[in-house]
């Protein structure tokens, strides 16, 4: 089969002209504000970013401080609780808890209690329930004590933030000793930020904040949030999450900047720039649109002239006076078009004579073979069934008239039709309950203009070729039209042909003479296409063993 390779599409001169405006004009604007958008989008978020990492190590670099100052505290505390044992007393204690609370401003809450939650000191007038009350002695922050010995560790409970560090002797609890960090102080650390800041424990109980929001109704971080680092979407609200942990203290802090606003904005901008590129490329197109028509004129004149030419007009001209080169195309075109006007008279009617001649032979071997095949099986047929004869003298005679009748080169489908009702009268003699066949025409299509004896080939030739090595044949012959053309299809079930075969009939049926011995499709398609151009004609697919389909495609005309 041969393949066409799909051509470029080639534009005029004009949109040629028109397109260089625009890609010159307009193109690097576009993409310069392409790449600066790009770029500022770049450093914004670079820079919110960075901002948002140096609050947060300032934040902890602080938060650490704090931490490590109560640390020292609790330390030091249980030092001198070891060494003086159950003599201990406030007036010991007060000048550790005052010399590492003074320079915040705020002293919280330092307990010590025995391994029964009694409290033996505190630096307020009372000590919480989760630290006194017996159903804790096994919870909370009495079991981080438990499980901890000898470790200073903070424990969120309650939303209390609590170091804690349990006294040991001889590997039992004698003393607990618990500083409640002041809420005020972790406040001041995280300070006034222009980003959201909560601070957490491992498990994200949230502890401090200077927002209300980003919390569960458990006073959780939102899960959404938790341990993340990087953008996070939550509903319509877009954020920047950053995360660090305060070493060795159980906190986690994080840093969180909501940038819908900033989002939205860039989106405002980005319209913007849109609508104003639309306004700048109108504007372009408009005035490129301009200028080319005004510097091709002349071309235009020219494309006109030539596709009226095209289209079969002959009556056309050109008067150019712009310039002298084009001046010169034109009357050269002016004098060839006139030569050409005189040839064309000329060799019309030679061109219509040997068309004629042409259809008239390709027609005329339609019927010799048919016609000596159908008096050898009368002569047998009237020996063995005589009205089975007299059928086929008549249907016989029916075809032999319309052929030599008529004399016109196209006829109604309907007249084919009926004519091909005397062929199929003649095949349902000779093979009686081996031959079957179906007729499915459109009612819509049966006074259109087709070539006479269009059909009967068709069925010719998948009697001749469908019954090799077959018992039976059945054939059905369909008819319609689709928009401006009609489409008729021969279907067999016969032996149809193996695939060298059938590419040496396609390939045959776009020559323009016959090269192989296979003439009867070739005739059908080159009488086509010399009555309808080459637009028309024939197509075949066959399996072997399995049939054979031919289609034929024609305008439609009546």
């Known amino acids: ?133 017996k159903e804790y002695l096994n ?122 606003g900033n989002l939205k904005m860039m989106l405002f901008l980005v319209a913007v720039i849109v609508l104003i590129f639309i306004a700048i490329s109108l504007i372009t197109v408009k005035s490129t649109e301009i200028s080319s028509v005004r510097l091709t004129k002349d071309i235009k004149k020219m494309e006109d002239a030539f596709e009226d030419v095209q289209k079969g007009n002959l009556d056309v001209s050109l008067d150019i006076n712009s310039s002298r080169e084009f001046q010169t195309i034109g009357n050269d075109f002016n004098a060839m078009l006139g030569g050409l006007k005189r040839q064309i008279e000329q060799n019309k009617e030679l061109a219509q004579n040997a068309a004629f001649f042409q259809v008239k032979q390709l027609e005329s071997q339609f019927n010799p073979h048919f016609l000596f095949n159908t008096l050898d099986n009368i002569r047998f047929m009237a020996k063995i069934d005589e009205k089975a004869a007299d059928k086929m003298i008549v249907s016989l005679s029916g075809l032999l008239r319309y052929s030599i009748r008529e004399i016109r080169e196209e006829v109604t489908v309907r007249e084919d039709l009926d004519n091909l009702q005397f062929y199929l009268n003649l095949l349902q003699i000779r ?37 090799s090595g077959r018992e039976k044949l059945t054939v059905s012959v369909k008819g319609y039209q689709i928009t401006n053309q009609l489409i008729f299809i021969c279907k067999d079930d016969g032996a149809g042909m193996d695939e060298e075969l059938l590419n040496e009939i396609k390939e045959n049926l776009h020559e323009t003479k016959n090269k192989s011995s296979h003439y009867g499709l070739y005739n059908i398609n080159r009488r086509i296409n010399l009555m309808y151009g080459e637009s028309a004609g024939l197509g075949i697919a066959s399996t072997k063993g399995e049939g054979t389909l031919i289609r034929i495609v024609i305008p439609k005309h009546a």
């Open 431 to 467: 093979f009686n309950k081996r031959f079957a066949y179906s007729i499915d025409v459109s009612e819509d299509i049966m006074d259109c203009l087709i070539p006479k004896l269009l059909l009967q080939p068709l069925l010719e030739n998948a009697v001749k070729y469908g019954f």
């Open 139 to 260: 919870w909370g922050v009495w079991r981080k004590l438990k499980d901890s010995e000898g470790i200073t560790d903070a424990v969120l409970f309650e939303n209390n933030l609590c170091i804690a560090k349990g006294v040991y002797k001889n590997g039992n609890l004698i003393r607990a000793i618990v500083y409640i960090v002041p809420g005020e102080v972790i406040s001041s650390a995280i300070g006034d930020r222009n980003r959201y800041v909560l601070v957490t424990d491992k498990n994200g109980w949230v502890y401090a904040s200077n927002t209300r929001g980003l919390r569960d109704d458990f006073g959780q971080i939102e899960d959404i949030l938790y341990a993340r680092v990087g953008y996070v979407r939550n509903a319509n609200i877009v954020y920047y999450s950053y995360m660090t942990e305060l070493e060795g203290r159980n906190l986690k802090i994080y840093t969180i900047n909501d940038i819908t």
């Open 1 to 133: 089969m041969k393949v066409r390779a799909m051509s470029k599409e080639i534009v005029s001169f004009r949109e040629n002209i028109k397109r260089t405006f625009i890609r010159f004009a307009l193109l690097p604007v576009i993409f310069i504000a392409a790449v600066v958008f790009i770029l500022f989008v770049f450093f914004w978020n670079m820079f919110m970013v960075a901002g948002n990492r140096k609050d947060n190590e300032q934040i902890n670099e602080k938060l650490g401080a704090v931490m490590d100052n109560y640390y020292e505290m609790v330390d030091t505390a249980a030092e001198l609780i070891s060494e003086n044992g159950p003599a201990i007393t406030g007036n010991k204690i007060y000048p550790i808890v005052y010399d590492k609370t003074a320079e915040y401003g705020e002293m919280g809450n330092f307990i010590v209690l025995s391994s029964d939650g009694q409290v033996l000191f505190s630096s307020k007038d009372h000590a919480p329930s989760f630290l006194t009350g």
